[in-house]
């Protein structure tokens, strides 16, 4: 069974840090575009970054220069560095996994995905 379990989130003071995990298990064989959506109280869950099988990485444009997202492709985990924090980034933070190989934009507005983790929540406090 395919398991992805997030971790690292909490609250902050704007202008904070964090590092966001997913832990990721039991995905099979293949190549994957993986992300971070996140969805604040009362709102649509909206893509914030993703990164493909070959390493290109799409940002939201609310993030761009904040956010960071890689992979350790040994440690199958996926991360998500957050500095300068506002409290507008407050949400539930999830990621994701598709078997695709090529990511991008579009995948930031993708509602629907195969392997989905339940979310670590982030408040960021003014």
């Known amino acids: 069974q395919v398991q992805l379990v997030e971790s690292g989130g909490g609250s902050v003071q704007d202008g904070g840090s964090l590092i966001l995990s997913c832990a990721i298990s039991n995905l099979p064989p293949g190549r994957y575009t993986m992300g971070w959506f996140r969805q604040a109280a009362g709102k649509e869950r909206e893509g914030v970054a993703n990164i493909d099988s070959e390493g290109s990485t799409t940002y939201a444009d609310s993030v761009k220069g904040r956010f960071t997202i890689s992979k350790d492709n040994a440690k199958n985990t996926l991360y998500l560095q957050m500095n300068s924090l506002k409290p507008e980034d407050t949400g539930m933070y999830y990621c994701?996994?598709?078997?695709?190989?090529?990511?991008?934009?579009?995948?930031?507005?993708?509602?629907?995905?195969?392997?989905w983790g339940q979310g670590t929540q982030v408040t960021v406090s003014s």
């Open positions: 994701a996994a598709d078997d695709l190989p090529i990511g991008g934009r579009w995948y930031l507005v993708q509602k629907r995905h195969k392997y």
